[in-house]
T-cell receptor, first 111, second 114 residues
Framework: QKEVEQNSGPLSVPEGAIASLNCTYS??????FFWYRQYSGKSPELIMS????GDKEDGRFTAQLNKASQYVSLLIRDSQPSDSATYLC???????????FGAGTQVVVTP | GAVVSQHPSWVICKSGTSVKIECRSL??????MFWYRQFPKQSLMLMAT?????????EQGVEKDKFLINHASLTLSTLTVTSAHPEDSSFYIC??????????FGAGTRLSVL
């Protein structure tokens, strides 16, 4: 059973601070990794995709990938109340682009 | 980013009726689309993988005769919940895979079966 694991949270972050989210996966053959944000009652929206080891930055978001450790992380800098949501880590299983999702980490940014 | 349109956003129906949900990729062609279901406070559950021009592949435990999927074109997939019952009430979400293997999600359909 291929698994993707995340801390469920909630992760409470003061406004303006850095939120750090972690994700581990079991399938060593995975090549594509994604972070989605899901607001309560809404569908997921893509934040980042990452394919190579190292860091990838997009605005206030930085994704980090370490395939040897089977670890993906997401940093949110200068956290805003609008960042309060559940963040889903997803790993491509290679079969028609099927994704394995983690259970999600709830982030709460407090003013 | 790519846009995926899903309709309707809300549907209320009587027990025993069928409901059709449409999922369209608006600015890209999607050979593969996916259908998910999400219950409150739970994670996404993949129901089926829909490939254009072929039969859908259903996940274990999902009744293919109850959840009919049609992927007739590169931009449209439909999910029909047949003979819906209150236990089918849920949030149904589609996604479409683009050429870079990235899934973009529709806005979801909230189904309430009375």
């Amino acid at each position: 059973q291929k698994e993707v694991e995340q801390n469920s949270g909630p992760l409470s972050v003061p406004e303006g601070a850095i939120a750090s989210l972690n994700c581990t996966y079991s399938d060593r053959g995975s090549q594509s990794f994604f972070w989605y944000r899901q607001y309560s009652g809404k569908s997921p929206e893509l934040i980042m995709s990452i394919y190579s080891n190292g860091d990838k930055e997009d605005g206030r978001f930085t994704a980090q990938l370490n395939k040897a450790s089977q670890y993906v992380s997401l940093l949110i800098r200068d956290s805003q109340p609008s960042d309060s949501a559940t963040y889903l880590c997803a790993v491509n299983l290679g079969s028609w682009g099927k994704l394995q999702f983690g259970a999600g980490t709830q982030v709460v940014v407090t003013p | 980013g790519a846009v995926v349109s899903q309709h309707p956003s809300w549907v209320i129906c009587k027990s025993g009726t069928s409901v059709k949900i449409e999922c369209r990729s608006l600015d890209f062609q999607a050979t593969t689309m996916f259908w998910y279901r999400q219950f409150p406070k739970q994670s996404l559950m993949l129901m089926a993988t829909s490939n254009e021009g072929s039969k859908a592949t259903y996940e274990q435990g999902v009744e293919k005769d109850k959840f009919l999927i049609n992927h007739a074109s590169l931009t449209l997939s439909t999910l029909t919940v047949t003979s819906a019952h209150p236990e089918d009430s849920s949030f149904y979400i589609c996604s479409a895979r683009d050429a870079r293997d990235i899934q973009y999600f529709g806005a979801g359909t909230r189904l309430s079966v009375l």
